[in-house]
């Protein structure tokens, strides 16, 4: 999971824990794969961490917050950046006391996901809280939550006047989002075409069967919206072979040739 290509710095690497000492035991292990930043997740909101007093959890006590990064940036030759929710539910909004523990003892940056543990990806995310923030904070702001489309890149950074704006599940099945393009702007060709780049990466980076089988999750978001994508999608998640896979899509794209000249999937 610390294997990354060099063409993708800077890279993060992002630790949870519940114990300051062992989560700085764990950063310094981790400064040998040189990485260009350590960020602490106190994001997390699924039992399997949070439970542990992990991940959304720590939101809970600022003060230990404050201990994790006192001991990281003394310790760590490197960054140390966090990022939290608003709180463990609505009864406990507590991230201006969490992102001042943070700038207090050496946080060089804060991701803010505009919602509670609670909520987890329920309802709307908050963005004057991530405004709330921005105002009082001395340190980077970057905006997460509800960044749907392009439009709301922007909309995002004049609301809340954040820093910087996170993209993730809307980036699955559309990275050119990241070039600001939304992905009904995207033809079945390019689908297609970034189908096979993004498969070869994964089987040039990862060994054996992993990097198809990986694959697998992100091809499905590529042909959500296509022609037929019903069809497509049951026969390339099935695929137990590249070669099976790679017909599968010369067949789409065979099939594309053959059709009216259409500037959208």
């Known amino acids: 999971m610390l294997r990354y290509d060099p063409e993708e710095r800077p890279v ?45 959890a720590l939101l809970k006590s600022p003060a230990k917050i404050g201990r994790i990064f006192n001991l990281l940036s003394k310790e760590l030759s490197i960054p140390v950046t966090g990022k939290i929710r608003l709180g463990w539910d609505t009864d406990s909004l507590n991230y ?5 523990a943070m700038q207090e003892n050496g946080a060089r940056l804060v991701a803010v996901h505009s919602r509670t543990k609670k909520q987890a990806y329920k309802d709307s995310a908050n963005w ?6 921005k105002n009082f904070a001395q340190i980077p702001v970057i905006g997460n939550g509800d960044v749907t489309c392009v439009a709301d890149i922007a909309r995002m950074k ?12 809307a980036a699955i099945g559309n990275p050119w989002i990241f070039s600001r393009k939304d992905a009904a702007e995207v033809t079945l060709a390019e689908k297609l075409q970034m189908i096979r ?5 994964n089987l040039a ?3 054996g069967d992993y990097g198809l089988i990986l694959f697998r999750k992100h091809v499905v978001k590529y042909v959500t919206a296509v022609h037929g994508a019903r069809e497509m999608r049951g026969r390339l ?22 059709q009216p000249v259409n500037p959208h999937p």
Do not use: W
């Open 12 to 56: 993060v690497f992002q630790i949870f824990g519940a114990d300051p000492v062992t989560i700085l035991e764990a950063a310094k292990r981790l400064q040998d794969f040189r990485p260009d930043i350590i960020d602490i997740n106190m994001g997390c909101s699924v039992k399997k961490v949070s439970g542990k007093g992990a991940g959304a």
């Open 96 to 100: 201006r006391d969490v992102v001042q």
């Open 128 to 133: 004057q809280a991530i405004a709330e923030i």
């Open 158 to 169: 004049n609301q809340t006047g954040c820093d910087a704006v996170m993209i993730a599940r």
């Open 197 to 201: 780049r993004h498969l070869a990466a």
């Open 205 to 207: 980076f990862y060994d």
């Open 237 to 258: 998640v099935t695929a137990k072979t590249v070669a099976e896979f790679e017909s599968i899509v010369t067949e789409a794209e065979e099939n594309l040739a053959k």
